[in-house]
């Protein structure tokens, strides 16, 4: 036997059901947070050369701590560079 119930609810409305926080507050602030970051950076988000140059610098130290982290939840290996 197989039943189907269909429920016609708001996103909002569902949450309450279930009893899940209301999570807009969180969201309007990191939003929020966004907006301002981009329009300080807005030189960089226009200039291509910038914006790759950034995200490259990024990219590379961000690696390396993937790198230690793994290698310390693979048995702790020292991983300092020397």
């Known amino acids: 036997m197989k039943i189907t119930v269909n429920v016609d609810c708001t996103p909002a409305e569902a949450r309450a059901f279930f009893g899940l926080p209301d999570m807009s507050p969180v969201n309007d602030v990191i939003v929020t947070a966004m907006v301002e970051r981009s329009k300080e950076n807005i ?7 910038l914006f790759w140059d950034k995200a490259m610098a990024a990219s ?23």
């Open 43 to 49: 030189d960089t988000l226009s200039d291509p050369k």
């Open 60 to 82: 590379g130290t961000g690696m390396d701590a993937m790198q230690q982290m793994f290698a310390a939840a693979m048995g702790g290996v020292d991983t300092d560079k020397k």
